[in-house]
């Protein structure tokens, strides 16, 4: 039984750090938090290319978001220049409503609300299915 408690203590104060209710409490709205992976790849637009490497340890962290592409490119500004980053390589916090998911479910409904696609098509304007 004491084993038992040790593990679940052990386990309980590794996931503290990882459960921080924000990580970037001074920066309002969406934020980059910090860098995921070893690198970062800054690109010039959302579908241009590759401008700039950051290492890991180099990418600063708290970075407001000041756009999102349809892409899912996220766009950052670092020292007076605009960026944009895929969204796989940071760690990152939207505020507010995100937007809606809007694409042709099965059968042409945007009103299917099951299993794995709850919620998608909500705010969305509802497509006429032809009898």
């Not at 007076?80 to 939207?94: D, E, L, N, Q």
């Not at 998608?120 to 304007?125: F, H, I, N, S, V």
């Amino acid at each position: 039984m004491r084993v038992f408690a040790g593990v679940v203590l052990a386990a309980g104060l590794l996931a503290t750090p990882a459960m921080a209710a924000d990580d970037c409490p001074g920066v309002k709205g969406d934020v980059a938090i910090a860098a995921r992976t070893p690198q970062v790849d800054l690109y010039s637009e959302p579908t241009g290319a590759r401008v700039q490497t950051v290492e890991k340890a180099k990418f600063p962290g708290c970075i407001p978001i000041t756009g999102r592409a349809p892409n899912m490119m996220l766009q950052i500004d670092l020292a007076g220049t605009p960026y944009w980053v895929p969204p796989h390589m940071v760690k990152y916090r939207f505020s507010g409503k995100l937007p809606a998911v809007c694409r042709n479910l099965a059968l042409g409904s945007n009103d299917t609300k099951a299993g794995a696609t709850r919620g998608l098509g909500e705010d969305c304007p509802k497509t006429k299915v032809n009898p």
